[in-house]
């Protein structure tokens, strides 16, 4: 089973900043790695997807990586602006059983104007 | 584009009732997955079907069942409902054929037993 740990679990920054937010995961056999954003009492938003054979995945303001061997994906938020303010979920598959992910607690992200 | 629809949004239930929660993937989506979102908890799996077959189980209570019928909707029941089941219910899909499994989920059913 994979335990996925999410840091930090909450980030207060001013509008503009660049921002990191990291996620791990104890098995590095995943099959993918997909990162969500989450609204309050909302749904789930797929952001990025990576697959076990690529290092990166980028959309917009946001870029992903994976580095497998550390057990590690990180999300970069470029120039980050108020309606990015949401909780951030990083979900891992299985090692065996790619059609199960297992979350992260989240990092609660909050940007000031 | 078309996404994961579920019903209903929003469920009140008493203690020990019953309750089904439907969901209808994106066209041509042929793997569903449930998961359980309690207050202030990260989404749980419970369990994943493809090709109308139950293709893995997660934390799944005896009391739940799910199913998937042959237009691929699929559909959660859950018996003797407990105050603990009070949470947000997930359904996701994704194109199990593909090569990236990318899941994409709906906006959610908030179970609310009394």
């Known amino acids: 089973k994979q335990e996925v740990t999410q840091i930090p679990a909450a980030l207060s920054v001013p509008e503009g900043e660049n921002l990191v937010l990291n996620c791990s995961f104890t098995?590095?056999?995943?099959?993918?790695l997909q990162w969500f954003r989450q609204d309050p009492g909302k749904g789930l938003t797929s952001l990025l997807l990576?697959?076990?054979?690529?290092r990166e995945q980028t959309s917009g303001r946001l870029n992903a990586s994976l580095d497998k061997s550390s057990g590690r994906s990180t999300l970069y938020i470029a120039a980050s602006q108020p309606g990015d303010s949401a909780t951030y979920l990083c979900?891992?598959?299985?090692?065996?059983?790619?059609?199960?992910?297992?979350f992260g607690s989240g990092t609660k992200l909050n940007v000031k104007p | 584009a078309a996404g994961v629809i579920q019903s209903p949004r929003h469920l009140i239930k008493e203690k020990r009732e019953t309750a089904t929660l439907k969901c209808y993937p994106i066209?041509?989506?042929?793997?569903v997955y449930w998961y359980q979102q309690g207050p202030g908890q990260d989404p749980q799996f419970l369990i994943s079907?493809?090709?109308?077959?139950?293709?893995d189980k997660g934390s799944i209570p005896d009391r739940f069942s799910a199913q998937q019928f042959s237009d691929y909707h699929s559909e959660l029941n859950m018996s003797s409902l407990e105050l603990g089941d009070s949470a947000l219910y997930f359904c996701?899909?994704?194109?199990?054929?593909?090569?990236?499994?990318?899941?994409?989920f709906g906006p959610g059913t908030r179970l609310t037993v009394t």
């Open positions: 996701a899909s994704s194109l199990g054929s593909g090569n990236s499994y990318e899941q994409y």
């Open positions: 098995d590095s056999a995943i099959y993918n």
């Open positions: 990576i697959q076990s054979s690529q």
């Open positions: 979900a891992a598959s299985d090692p065996y059983n790619f059609n199960k992910f297992y």
């Open positions: 066209p041509r989506h042929d793997t």
């Open positions: 079907f493809y090709e109308k077959m139950q293709s």
